[in-house]
């Protein structure tokens, strides 16, 4: 692998296209917090407010304050949104509603426990960034509230009747690997080793499927394989984001066999992932080759190939395995061609399966200020540690 090749595309693309797409369109100066329903050229569309989002945002633009450059645009724009979160985000218990109004009146219960994983992000890198105890004590008590409702995420809001098929979905564990460490600093030594375990053994061996190359998205709660839309459905793209964050839980401990059997599991998933005909790596498929439920199946995603294209270059990083590289160079030359909009700025998110824009906005209810401009960072940062450690080893 050549690093120095891609560099400067991917450091170029954040930093002077997609973070300010956002800055500039993006900011609600009468109500606070951020739009992220935006069209192609950035226009405002729809004025809710998810908080998956604004947390996720607040979070990159406190990020990149905090690892790339302190500058000050990047710090207000992160204080604004937290905020916006502070005064309306949260319900009288604490949990973190699931969508607001433009003012900040609740839409939506908090029915989404990920609202509380990325307002956690949010406050613990703002925390990082301003040492201001009362975000330090959001992410925390947040945090912890995570910990009580993982075993039923959705409580009271769950449409499932009691004790009827009984799955569990990978999310929650596959999120709680990058959580812990982005919070490592705040909590208890011992309870971040406790959930690392967890996170690991439950990904590892519980949703990966040696037999079937697979990291399933439900299983039953002994592990056991369900036979049914939810049992037999595979979200590439999840499992593949799921590889980097174990990843890095392997670099923090230095564990070279977990590092490589992630690499191992990535590269099975990105070749069972991957459209032979048109290119691209499928949004859903069904482990059995069954028609999957979800009608989307055959779309391309944005934030699909940007977190595969992570994982092959930390993989690379971590094992100096070929195959990586290989992966790295097709995945790259079909996003690049296919997601950004080199007219309006930006990427496009939902593809067709030929590889044709779907939908020409660049933010709504799911998308927004994350998946990309995260990508590209850790893209970045990662391209660089590889050059470093070629040169070293020159």
């Known amino acids: ?16 296209d997609v973070i300010p797409f956002w800055m500039k369109n993006s900011p609600d100066r009468e109500a606070g917090g951020f739009f992220t329903c935006l069209d192609r050229e950035g226009k405002v569309f729809d004025t809710d407010k998810f908080m998956w ?68 992000m949010a406050f613990g890198q703002l925390y990082k960034v301003t040492g201001n105890p009362e975000f330090k004590t959001i992410a925390v008590d947040t945090f912890r509230n995570i910990l009580r409702r993982q075993d039923n995420p959705k409580g009271i809001y769950s449409k499932s009747v009691p004790g009827a098929r009984p799955l569990e979905s990978f999310a929650l564990p596959m999120i709680l690997c990058n959580l812990v460490l982005e919070i490592e600093s705040l909590l208890e030594p011992s309870l971040v080793n406790e959930v690392i375990q967890r996170g690991i053994d439950t990904v590892m061996n519980k949703f990966y499927r040696p037999e079937l190359g697979v990291i399933l998205e439900n299983v039953s709660p002994d592990g056991s394989f369900s036979d049914s839309f939810e049992g037999r459905l595979v979200n590439p793209g999840h499992g593949l984001e799921s590889m980097w964050f174990i990843m890095d839980l392997a670099g923090r401990t230095s564990d070279a066999n977990l590092a490589q059997r992630a690499v191992d599991i990535a590269i099975r998933l990105v070749e069972y992932g991957w459209d032979g005909q048109y290119g691209g790596i499928f949004y859903f498929m069904d482990v059995k080759g069954n028609p999957p439920q979800q009608l989307e199946w055959d779309q391309k995603l944005w934030w699909v190939h940007m977190e595969t294209l992570i994982t092959l270059l930390k993989g690379y990083l971590h094992t100096g395995d070929e195959r990586c590289a290989q992966w790295f160079e097709r995945v790259h030359a079909y996003t690049w061609s296919h997601f950004p909009d080199p007219e309006h700025g930006e990427w496009f998110g939902y593809l067709n399966r030929r590889g044709e824009p779907l939908l020409s906005l660049k933010g709504g209810k ?28 020159v």
């Open 1 to 16: 692998m050549q690093p120095e090749k891609y560099i400067d595309q991917y450091r170029h693309a954040l930093l002077n």
């Open 53 to 120: 989002l604004q947390c996720r945002q607040v979070w990159c633009f406190a990020m990149l304050y905090n690892q790339v450059e302190k500058r000050r645009e990047w710090l207000d724009m992160a204080l604004s949104g937290a905020a916006f979160l502070q005064r309306h985000g949260r319900d009288a218990n604490g949990n973190w509603y699931f969508s607001l109004d433009r003012y900040g009146n609740p839409l939506m219960q908090p029915h989404s426990i990920f609202s509380d994983c990325f307002a956690t």
């Open 366 to 393: 799911w998308k927004g200020c994350f998946h990309v401009p995260r990508g590209l960072f850790q893209c970045w940062k990662t391209l660089e540690a590889i050059q470093a450690k070629v040169t070293l080893n």
